[in-house]
């Protein structure tokens, strides 16, 4: 599934690469030598990345340097304007929370998961349902329409919708954001418990959160 971006070469630019200075074949994700244009801006320039099963990679940057278009582009959400981009799963196994919550506001939590469980075909997914909506703390509130949540509640749920389907790639753009103090346990606690069975990418302005369990990090607009 092509798909593309951008941050720049180099010994911060979070690829494996091999003896011939090429990222590898066998990561889940590899991109080389990306750019993405939107009219005469570009947004990203020579991004080079390769992210296995198992990994957790950091992407951080300034704002505008092209940390959610680059997640947009993993996802399918955005094209490359030039150079490559492979990730070798399918979509309907990337979980991906952006800064849109991507859930229907007249909807309950629980509504909406149901509806993702059917989209995704869940297997046994009221159990699974069930757990994911008493592991972030929102059971109580399940009947509840998403549009009265707060952020932070919201949030939770959007983290719940992500992982619903048990995602083989993880795509989370600042998940951080609006967590409070035990959301960001929670969500600390399901990166540490899961990065071993799934690729896992994530842009923060936090990278010293997650330094206990990265695998790389990729710095965009770094000269």
Sequence with gaps: MPLGVVPRAGPRDGGRRGTDGLVTDSAMIRVDAL?????????????????DRGELHVVTGPNGSGKTTLLRVLVGLAA????????SVDRSLIGYVGHDSHLYADLSALENLELYGRLYRVPERRERIG???????????????????????????????ALLHEPELLVLDEPYSALDTDGAALLDDE??????????????????????LATGHLALGVA
């Design 35 to 51: 750019e993405k244009r939107y009219g005469e801006r570009r947004v990203l320039r020579g991004v080079t990345l390769a992210v």
């Design 80 to 87: 490359p304007s030039r150079g490559t981009v492979d990730v």
């Design 131 to 161: 757990m994911l909506l008493e592991r972030f703390g929102l059971w109580e509130a399940r009947s509840r329409r998403v549009g009265s949540f707060s952020r932070g509640m919201t949030q939770r749920l959007a983290l719940c919708r």
């Design 191 to 212: 990166l540490a418990s899961s990065g071993r069975t799934r690729a896992i990418v994530v842009a923060t302005h936090e990278p010293e959160r997650l330094a206990p």
